[in-house]
């Protein structure tokens, strides 16, 4: 078995390779290009054989070629959809013509498995599987065969296909739309309007895979919990034991949500005190506040400060409060005065906490500009939870599982959304965010876990209430927007450099500066083994003469490259890296001794500057890197740093100068340094 899994994995593998390096090849031929897309999507959805055909790289790459203008988008669409429509009509078509026959015939006589979970899939959700399986890669195949030989009529089954297929398609295409649009539209900010864009995406992505995660595994972690809460109400006869016992028993409707919610309420009490506890102490979590601070200013755009300012107005004082009065009105119109209470209470008491405990750490923003507040835990960010959260819980127990996971999904991306936006202009630290969201979210499950104890019975279901949701927060929005767009907080004024003297920098100041990059946590890597006095164009101009190259810029050309199955070293693109958060202003690179090595060089500003007596000169500091291509690593090209190989036997070895007066070599901590001036600084 397993060497038959094996041989079936390079099998795949081998697929994949060629097919994407096709991909490649076509890139320049739009017509051609439109087959391919075609052709994924077809035999994506044919019963087994779909498994092996990568049919959502090509819509990605698709997608990024469209954004790059190289594609027709309406096009990519028609084909897509059309190449969906035709793979599931044919699975439907056999699935109709050989019944319980088509069981012996192959593949599937190798794989009845597959089969038996299709239909176990297809009985439990009816028509809805046909939609639900073309975003479940094992199961996207074979149920359009089980709707076949289940009966179902074609009439039904094509109205669903054709509904599947508009949905599938611009949920796989629209991404690499979005990248590459922001390749081609990015020029001297791309990697920052990539990031932003990138993160928006995760943001999504993330939180949808995370709301169903959590509902797909409830059950067995309840149970799990039940199990251990069991055996110590057997073990503790008194109140608490009692109270123990009522949750487990079958019989109490909601018996599952209120165990749920009670391991919420530990887990998000254990969260706040353990980021209280690292805030006080100044534990490393501090570090990670401040290069990711330092990290989102030096990403920040214009573009960017739009979008997140205008995303914000979802966690508004005017939006919370517009939507405190809708829940408000439809708790009246259930006659439900408890609920009200309980809605009204989590978010009064909930600010008069938060105040308390501001007051009591008085802990600043990361913003200068913003001295009129504190911000631990942040009263925003809880706010917009308990808001959204509660919401969330009261729409959970009125609608379906699916819709349930939609609604939980949906308030997760704008809770993070405007905690992200918060972060972004420096209204309060990543630790403050979290923080006022576990405290926040521990406190709607304790409000839930009263709303349920005192009303376990199920609410009657209101379907409708998403979507009137959905129009309040539209609208109030749509007016926030209207009236004023929201002005983005400006950045906290840079620190002018530290001055020192050439003579005191050469003697000792350069201890001041780091030996080694810090990461996000602040933890060591590559050594900085090089201090280097110039303008950026003097550095620029002194590396180009010595052979040196600045990075590959992400483009169309590099996007391919990352997938192509044979490219150079230099090709690919020189990703900044962040030290204590700020990307690499300026990164070079030279070929190495083969084509799957180069030498890389990147710097980052020190925040001191150099006076000579003449000018002030700003000095930054380097490090050298031997990148080495990973072949295994295919279908995305990989470069690993060789973290064995010396930094100045590589300069030695790849004769790479770098057009600069030494001044000195220095020890730093067992890193050797270099202490470099331009020649006309």
Same mark, same amino acid.
Not at 376 to 384: E, G, L, M
Not at 396 to 404: D, I, N, S
Not at 446 to 451: G, K, N, Q, W
Not at 519 to 545: F, Y
């Given at each position: 078995?397993?060497?038959?899994?094996?041989?079936?994995?390079?099998?795949?593998?081998?697929?994949?390779?060629?097919? /994407?390096? %096709? !991909?490649?090849? $076509?890139?320049?031929?739009? #017509?051609?290009? +439109?087959?391919? @897309?075609?052709?994924? &999507?077809?035999?994506?959805?044919?019963?087994?054989?779909?498994?092996?055909?990568?049919?959502?790289?090509?819509?990605?790459?698709?997608?990024?070629?469209?954004?790059?203008?190289?594609?027709?988008?309406?096009?990519?669409?028609?084909?897509?959809?059309?190449?969906?429509?035709?793979?599931?009509?044919?699975?439907?078509?056999?699935?109709?013509?050989?019944?319980?026959?088509?069981?012996?015939?192959?593949?599937?006589?190798?794989?009845?498995?597959?089969?038996?979970?299709?239909?176990?899939?297809?009985?439990?959700?009816?028509?809805?599987?046909?939609?639900?399986?073309?975003?479940?890669?094992?199961?996207?195949?074979?149920?359009?065969?089980?709707?076949?030989?289940?009966?179902?009529?074609?009439?039904?089954?094509?109205? /669903?296909? %054709? !509904?599947?297929? $508009?949905?599938?398609?611009? #949920?796989?295409? +629209?991404?690499? @739309?979005?990248?590459? &649009?922001?390749?081609?539209?990015?020029?001297?900010?791309?990697?920052?309007?990539?990031?932003?864009?990138?993160?928006?995406?995760?943001?999504?992505?993330?939180?949808?895979?995370?709301?169903?995660?959590?509902?797909?595994?409830?059950?067995?972690?309840?149970?799990?919990?039940?199990?251990?809460?069991?055996?110590?109400?057997?073990?503790?006869?008194?109140?608490?034991?009692?109270?123990?016992?009522?949750?487990?028993?079958?019989?109490?409707?909601?018996?599952?949500?209120?165990?749920?919610?009670?391991?919420?309420?530990?887990?998000?009490?254990?969260?706040?005190?353990?980021?209280?506890?690292?805030?006080?102490?100044?534990?490393?979590?501090?570090?990670?506040?401040?290069?990711?601070?330092?990290?989102?200013?030096?990403?920040?755009?214009?573009?960017?400060?739009?979008?997140?300012?205008?995303?914000?107005? +979802?966690?508004?004082?005017?939006?919370?409060?517009?939507?405190?009065?809708?829940?408000?009105?439809?708790?009246?119109?259930?006659?439900?005065?408890?609920?009200?209470?309980?809605?009204?209470?989590?978010?009064?008491?909930?600010?008069?906490?938060?105040?308390?405990?501001?007051?009591?750490?008085?802990?600043?923003?990361?913003?200068?500009?913003?001295?009129?507040?504190?911000?631990?835990?942040?009263?925003?960010?809880?706010?917009?939870?308990?808001?959204?959260?509660?919401?969330?819980?009261?729409?959970?127990?009125?609608?379906?599982?699916?819709?349930?996971?939609?609604?939980?999904?949906?308030?997760?991306?704008?809770?993070?959304?405007?905690?992200?936006?918060?972060?972004?202009?420096?209204?309060?630290?990543?630790?403050?965010?979290?923080?006022?969201?576990?405290?926040?979210?521990?406190?709607?499950?304790?409000?839930?876990?009263?709303?349920?104890?005192?009303?376990?019975?199920?609410?009657?279901?209101?379907?409708?209430?998403?979507?009137?949701?959905?129009?309040?927060?539209?609208?109030?929005?749509?007016?926030?927007?209207?009236?004023?767009?929201?002005?983005?907080?400006?950045?906290?004024?840079?620190?002018?450099?530290?001055?020192?003297?050439?003579?005191?920098?050469?003697?000792?100041?350069?201890?001041?500066?780091?030996?080694?990059?810090?990461?996000?946590?602040?933890?060591?890597?590559?050594?900085?083994?090089?201090?280097?006095?110039?303008?950026?164009?003097?550095?620029?101009?002194?590396?180009?003469?010595?052979?040196?190259?600045?990075?590959?810029?992400?483009?169309?050309?590099?996007?391919?490259?990352?997938?192509?199955?044979?490219?150079?070293?230099?090709?690919?693109?020189?990703?900044?890296?962040?030290?204590?958060?700020?990307?690499?202003?300026?990164?070079?690179?030279?070929?190495?001794?083969?084509?799957?090595?180069?030498?890389?060089?990147?710097?980052?500003?020190?925040?001191?500057?150099?006076?000579?007596?003449?000018?002030?000169?700003?000095?930054?500091?380097?490090?050298?890197?031997?990148?080495?291509?990973?072949?295994?690593?295919?279908?995305?090209?990989?470069?690993?740093?060789?973290?064995?190989?010396?930094?100045?036997?590589?300069?030695?070895?790849?004769?790479?100068?770098?057009?600069?007066?030494?001044?000195?070599?220095?020890?730093?901590?067992?890193?050797?340094?270099?202490?470099?001036?331009?020649?006309?600084?």
């Amino acid at each position: 078995m397993r060497e038959c899994g094996e041989h079936e994995g390079a099998q795949r593998s081998t697929m994949e390779h060629a097919y /994407i390096h %096709l !991909l490649h090849l $076509l890139a320049g031929h739009s #017509a051609w290009m +439109l087959a391919v @897309v075609f052709l994924a &999507a077809f035999l994506e959805a044919i019963a087994v054989i779909g498994t092996f055909i990568p049919g959502s790289t090509a819509m990605f790459l698709a997608g990024a070629l469209t954004g790059t203008g190289s594609l027709s988008l309406a096009w990519v669409f028609a084909w897509a959809i059309l190449g969906a429509i035709a793979g599931d009509g044919m699975s439907f078509w056999l699935g109709g013509r050989y019944k319980e026959r088509i069981v012996q015939l192959w593949p599937l006589s190798r794989h009845p498995e597959v089969l038996d979970a299709g239909q176990r899939f297809f009985l439990k959700h009816g028509s809805k599987s046909v939609v639900l399986a073309r975003f479940i890669g094992p199961l996207r195949a074979i149920v359009p065969v089980v709707a076949g030989m289940m009966g179902m009529s074609p009439l039904r089954f094509y109205a /669903i296909n %054709l !509904l599947s297929a $508009l949905l599938w398609a611009p #949920a796989h295409i +629209l991404p690499g @739309v979005v990248f590459g &649009a922001s390749v081609l539209l990015a020029g001297a900010v791309s990697f920052r309007l990539v990031v932003i864009i990138a993160i928006l995406v995760c943001i999504v992505w993330l939180s949808f895979r995370g709301a169903g995660f959590l509902v797909a595994h409830a059950n067995a972690w309840s149970s799990a919990a039940g199990r251990h809460l069991g055996d110590w109400a057997c073990r503790h006869p008194g109140p608490l034991g009692r109270m123990a016992r009522r949750l487990l028993d079958p019989d109490e409707p909601d018996a599952t949500n209120l165990l749920v919610t009670s391991l919420v309420v530990l887990v998000t009490g254990a969260l706040f005190f353990g980021i209280l506890g690292d805030v006080v102490s100044g534990d490393p979590l501090t570090a990670v506040d401040l290069s990711v601070y330092h990290f989102l200013q030096s990403v920040r755009t214009p573009w960017g400060d739009t979008v997140l300012a205008k995303l914000g107005t +979802l966690g508004s004082g005017i939006t919370l409060t517009t939507l405190i009065v809708t829940v408000t009105l439809w708790m009246l119109w259930e006659r439900r005065w408890r609920t009200i209470s309980y809605w009204l209470a989590a978010v009064a008491f909930s600010q008069l906490l938060i105040l308390g405990l501001q007051l009591a750490m008085r802990r600043a923003p990361p913003n200068e500009l913003m001295t009129s507040h504190y911000v631990f835990p942040s009263n925003h960010v809880a706010a917009t939870v308990i808001v959204y959260g509660f919401l969330a819980f009261l729409l959970a127990r009125r609608v379906g599982k699916l819709e349930g996971v939609l609604v939980g999904g949906a308030s997760t991306i704008i809770v993070i959304v405007v905690a992200f936006a918060g972060v972004y202009f420096g209204r309060y630290w990543v630790s403050d965010a979290i923080g006022g969201a576990a405290l926040a979210f521990g406190w709607v499950a304790i409000v839930a876990l009263t709303a349920i104890w005192r009303h376990p019975q199920p609410p009657p279901q209101r379907w409708f209430m998403p979507l009137v949701v959905l129009t309040v927060v539209l609208v109030s929005v749509g007016v926030q927007l209207g009236v004023a767009l929201p002005t983005p907080p400006g950045s906290a004024p840079q620190p002018p450099p530290v001055l020192l003297t050439q003579a005191a920098w050469k003697l000792s100041e350069w201890k001041r500066l780091p030996c080694y990059r810090s990461d996000m946590g602040g933890d060591h890597k590559e050594p900085l083994t090089l201090q280097w006095v110039s303008q950026p164009a003097s550095i620029r101009d002194q590396l180009r003469a010595q052979g040196w190259i600045e990075g590959t810029d992400v483009s169309a050309h590099s996007l391919l490259s990352l997938a192509s199955p044979d490219v150079a070293a230099v090709s690919l693109p020189v990703l900044p890296k962040l030290n204590n958060g700020v990307p690499s202003s300026l990164v070079f690179m030279r070929p190495g001794e083969s084509r799957d090595e180069r030498y890389v060089l990147r710097f980052w500003p020190s925040g001191y500057a150099v006076d000579n007596g003449i000018s002030t000169t700003p000095l930054w500091v380097g490090s050298f890197a031997y990148e080495r291509l990973s072949r295994p690593s295919w279908p995305l090209n990989i470069l690993r740093v060789d973290r064995q190989a010396n930094p100045f036997a590589a300069r030695t070895k790849s004769g790479a100068g770098l057009g600069a007066t030494i001044l000195a070599e220095v020890d730093c901590h067992g890193v050797p340094v270099s202490l470099l001036v331009s020649p006309m600084e």
